[in-house]
């Protein structure tokens, strides 16, 4: 009886524990959430094949969201080959992640249409901040080797407004302002997109 009630109250710790060290994730199969409080996001699943798309990002208090419905969440080349989450994928498995820094999320695994690629997109959220890190795992499942080229990590739309200076654009470690259309530059490690209006933005650093 001793033994039995030692091993229950290690499962018991254990269960704790998961709770504590992971609760920013949360899926089913056909989206996943990640939320610590301060910002969520809302990713659509490829279930039964189809598209990896974030939906949803912004601040859990307010309303402003300053993406579009539907972003292509990610985007790269292989052998001239576009792949990004507009494209269909079969949802592999999804697993919790976490990190030395209290950070925790999930790792999303997935395999292309051509089952020539298997792509792992990594999400980690930490306590009392708004920073999402994300990294992709790209891995060749042919037997040739490949090129991959023109990776964008995250790739997210802004709504479309009129006039093109609604929102600014800052850049060169944001410290530069740009009104209107911008095309990225080898100075774009950190940009900052700023809507005067609503007195809100988005910053996304590589």
Known sequence: MKKIFILSLLILTVTELYGVINPFAKWTKTELILCNGVVRRIIKLPSEG?????????????????????????????????YSGRGHWELVNIQVITDNNEGSGAAVKLISQ?????????????????????????????????????????KLEVPGYYPVTYSWIYHDYGRRRYIGPYDGGKQDALIIVHDMNMENGIVLGN
């Open 114 to 154: 051509d089952k020539k690629i298997e792509l792992t997109l990594k999400f980690l959220m930490y306590p009392n901040s708004p920073a999402i890190r994300k990294s992709l795992v790209v891995k060749n499942l042919t037997d040739k080797i490949f090129k991959l080229e023109s990776v964008d990590v995250e």
């Open 50 to 82: 189809g598209r990896f798309l974030t939906v949803s990002y912004k601040p859990l208090n307010e309303n402003y969201n300053s993406i579009s419905d539907t972003c292509t969440d990610f985007q790269f080349e292989v052998n001239d080959v576009i």
